[in-house]
Structures are given as structure tokens and as C-alpha cells.
């Protein structure tokens, strides 16, 4: 009877471990406990947050934690709209770094124009319409990359590589390759701090995007669309969806995203360098969306463990760049090796290697059992 | 006899069959090359009437040459390795500091760069292979310890002194019976650097490869369709892990190639090499599902794309963005060319 009892419970035990295992938040989460763990003992104060007076005056919140945050603003925000474009399309975006370029060029076109002291409903206007326009255009190169997806049948990561080679030299041209400076210190606020808030804006505005997303997919059905279109266009468009507007809905989705994106980066810096501005973004993004446990061959997707992912990614960064002997540039080849490890353990390889392992014990057990009760 | 007839009937039914999707858009590369070229000589006259001129782009292109031959063969596969720029790179650098820095001689800094490639080739071919991965994960993060790598041999340009390396580096074959009169009225010959030599011989043995080879043919049935591929009897996994280590080979002699031209080792060498290298083999008619491509069509291939660039700095719209700009353009119009034919093609089934 108690071994009885003892069997049930562990057996219930292992199914909880392997529901764990199997949830698609358990490797961000599991990577990030490591990088939390490994900061700890390697820097005990990596973590502490300080209220301190900035160099404007204003007292505002520091800290390896606040600036990790911060800086994976775009990352997330760009995370969110990779994830849904690789359910729906089964490809990556890999122009999202060059279009960031376009958006920030386009925002800076119309901003720079104005008088640095002009009023503050003037300048609220100002921001507005640069927003607005910059959304627009955005959304429109989103839609030409959809368009050559959705229409055209061409593989996403090529269809994209047109904007990937040419978009930076749109940005360019749009601004006639001129060095622009904002010097209107309300321009900086959406990038950096508003007086008299602690929190970097940034962390604000990816909050709102999270809930804006949350919502609508709770309220629309663009999750089961999308989902459906990526796991079976064919059957999907036989139940009466159009996967074609689903795949193009999804690249403006990513468009309006990378709008958010680039007004942040030149908002950060008032300033722009076309061929430096979120340098190998995109390759973080889908990496974050990998890291997240998504199929990158498209279908279901977890936007939560996307997010987590993005984060993770970030964390990693900063990390990196605590390590002072490490020069800025070459900390790609430890992010790789890093990375390479996280894809192998996630891989389904060896998820498989591990349950046959798992199943052949198992399976010995038993026959000793057998065995046993023979003898 | 009548057999043999027969057999000669359809030989010549399937020629024209295959016309309409492999060699129509080889045919259409190389109408675009010629084209331009033309257009190129006819109204900008500038340099382009001297033969040297074309030599140039080869001259300047014989790294990229030997990459896109090598993404080619991926790509027909079915897979993509987009971490042939960063490579290209590594090998560069590689190579300088081992001339410069630990006294190496030339002959060593070839087996180095070979084997960089070959490392590289070998691991992610392996990864995607065997372990099947997605290859643009598993070659993204080639890129990104390609790109950490370099920087960690060394992050600062380094000129190369070593005497029978520059010296090689400067060797100029000259072409016969073509030449131009120069301004002093002295008549120059055409010249071409060892790499491009290189190169040419690599186009060769791909090319063959390819055509006549088992090897090659099993590269095509693997990306036409792998599950039939594997119910033939080909090894499929074997198939594209060898296209892997051949292009990781390719980045190699590539790197190597870029380094004599360059004469030095730097990290910002060959950046984008391998958006180029995937440009080219798209132009040149090789679809990124797999499956189709030619050598002979990366070929012409990356003279096109060099061409434009040509084109576009002597127009004198010296800024570099219009370079870009012209290549994505033209990148888009090959796309949607490739996409309406594979249409017609499924429209036929």
C-alpha cells in the first residue's frame, strides 16, 4: 500500500518536472536564473539600484538592472512583432535593423526643422505628426516586404534582404546624408528621462506596447490566424481565412513596431548614424524569438517567453560588457557561443536523445522487475 | 536503330523541357549582364571601352566569385550560410597576424586559411546536418563568433610587409593581343591578378562538380526533394553536410583571396560579403528553396552585381547609398521574376 502511494507520487512528481521541462518559458527562464547566478557571484552589487541626482539635476534610478531594461526596450518591442511574422510566414525579418534606420531618418527629417524653443503644443504637435508619419512609412516598407511574402511566394528572409541591402541608404537619402543634431532637450525625453520621473521612458513605452499587443490578441482572433496560417496555409485558406492579408497583417504589425523602435534610438541619442544605428538587431531579435522556444518554422507561438527571451538577450549584453578585458566589438563571439549552447539544449534532438534515454531505463527497470518475479 | 532515334527524340523533348525554369533564368542573367555591359560601354564610354576595365571587376571580385559558387551550393541544398562574410574576415586577419606577427610563411598562411574554412564548414555542417538545425540559426551564430573572433586575433587594421606575400600579391598576369593606349600614348596590356586565376579554376571544378559528378547530382535531388532524395538511396544527411563543408572551403580559398587583393587584415574587411555572395547566386538563377542553380549563372551572377556597382560610381553618384540602393532594386526585380516562373511552373502541374 505506502510503496503504492510512494510510486503514484513520484510518478506525479516526474509528469510536473516534464510539464516544466516542456513549457516553452522554461529555457528563458532557466537562462536567466543562470545570468542572475552568475552575476551574483561574480559581482555581489551587479544588482543594486541607487536613486542618484543626473546630470541635469533631476534624481533618476541607476543600475546594471535599470540600464538592462532600458536598453532591451527595442529589442522587446522589435521581439513582438518578429514573433508574430515568424508564426505566420515561418521566416524572419532581417531587414527590422534597416528600416529602424528609415523610421529614425524619417522622424529627424521633420524634427529638424522646427526652432529648438518653439512652445510646448507646438512641439507636442511636431512629435505627433513625425510619429504619426513615421509609423506610416514604416508600416508601408512592412508592407512591401509582406506583399513580396504574402503575393509573391518568396521566402521572407530573401524577400527582406532587399531592404536589408538597400534600407540604409534609403535612410541616408531621405536626410540627403546630413549629420543631424537635435538640440531641443524635449526631444530627448522619450529615449532617456522626463524631469521628474525616476523610470527611463523607454520602459514605459514598452510596457504600453506589451499591453496593446496582450489585448489585442485576447480580443481579435489574430493569434488563432496567424497560428493556423504558419502550421497549414493551404488548409487555413480552405476554412476561410486569408492567409495572404494574415501574412501581410503581420508584416505592418512588425512595421508599426520597428516605427516604435527607431523613434526611441534617435530620440536616445538625438542624433543618427545611418550606418551604425541598430547594428545587427535583427539577428538579436530572432534570436530572442528563438531563445523563446517559438518554431522558427512558423506556427504556435508564446509571446510571453518572446519577451523573456529578448530580455534574456540583453541581460547576456550587459554581462558581457561588465567584463572589462572584453573589447565591445569581439563580445559577439562569446554571444555566439552562448547562444549555440541555449540552441542545443532547447533542440528537439535532444529533448529526444534525453526522453530515449529516459524510456530505455525505464524499460530495464521493468524487465528487471520481470526478471525478478520469474526467479 | 530506331532506338537509338528514339533516345535521340527524347533527349532533345527534355532539353526543351528544361529551358523553361533552370536555364531561362541562367539565359536571363546573362541577356541582363550583356545588356549592361553594352549600355555601359555605348554611353558612358568613360573606361569602360578598355578591356582592362572588365579585368578590374574581376580583379576586384574574385573573393566574392569564389563565395557566391560556394553559397550556391548550399542554397541548391536547400539551406543558406550567411556566415561567409564574417569568415572571409577572420581568415583575413588570421593570416596577416600570422605573417607579420609570428613569422609565418605564405604556404602555411594558405593551410591556415583553408583550414578556418574548412573549421568552420565542418562544425555547422555538422550542426545541420546531423543536429538539425535550422541553418540560418546555426550560421547566424557562425557570423557572430566569425565577427567576435576577428576582433579577438586582433582589433586594429594590420598591413602585411612580408616580402614574398606582397610580392605575390602584386604579381600581374598580363592578357595577350588585349590591351589599351594610355593617355602618354604608351601601350598598357591587360592584366589580372593571381586570384582571379584562382577563382576561375574554382568556377571550373564546382561547375563540373556539379554537371557530372554524382556528388553534384545528389546536391540537386536533395534540394528538389529531400524525402524522395532519401527514399533513392542518397544519404541526405551526408549530402548536406558535405555542401556545408564545401562552402565553409570556399570561404576559405574566398578569405584567402580577399587578403591577397587587400593586402592586409582588418575587421571591417568583407562586411555584407555575405548578403553579396546570397545577391549573386539569386541573380545568377538559383532558388532559395533548393534545388535549382548553376555555377555558370553565379557567375554571371556577380558580374552583374559588380557591373552595376561600377556603373554606379563612374555615373558619379560617388555616394555609396546609391550602390546599395541599385543592387536592392535589381535584387527585388530577379525575385519577382523567379517567383512568377516557379508560378507558371505549378500553374503547368
New interface residues.
Partial sequence: MTTDTKVQSKGSAGEFFGKIIRNQLFIPIVALTLLVIFNLISDPGFFKIALEPSSTGNLILSGNLITIIDNASELVILAIGMTLVTSASGGQDISVGATIAIAGSTVLRIVKGYAPDIPGSQFAGMIIVSFLLCVVVSALFGAFNGALVAFFKIQPMVATLILFTAGRSIAAWINNNDNISINDKRFGYFGNFIPGIPVPTPVFITIFCIIVIALVLKFTNLRLYSQSVGINASSSRLNGINPKMIKLLTFVILGVCVAVCGFIKVSRTSSITYSVIANNIEMDAILAVALGGNNLGGGKFNLTSSVLGAYVIQFLTTTLYKFKEIDSSSISAYKAVVVILLIIISSPFVRKLIEDFKNKREAAKAEAAVGKEKA | MSVNTNALGSNKLKRRASLTDTNLLLIITIAVFIVMYICAVLFLKKGFTKPQMFFNILNENASLLVLSCGMTLVMITGG?DISVGQVTSLVCMACAVHLEKNGGNVFTSILLALGIGLAFGIVQGF?VAY????P???T?????????????VC?DRVPVTYEPFVKLCRTEITIPFLGSVNKKGIYVPAYVEVGVIVALIVVVVLFCLLRWTKLGRNFYAVGGNNQSANMLGINVKLTKFLAHVLCGLCAGIGGYLFFLHACSGS?LHAQ?AE?NA??SS?IGGTL??GGVGNIAGTLFGVLSLSTIKMIVTSLGLE???????T???M??IF??V???I??RKNNKK
Fill in positions: 543558406i550542426l543536429m538539425e538545425f535550422q540560418f540559426i546555426v547566424l551564430a557562425g557570423l557572430f563568433f566569425a565577427k567576435g573572433m576577428t576582433t579577438i582589433s575587421p555584407g548578403m546570397i545577391a539569386i532559395l528553396s555616394d555609396a547609398w546609391w550602390t546599395n540602393i543592387v536592392g532594386v535584387l527585388c525575385l519577382l523567379q517567383s512568377v516557379l508560378a
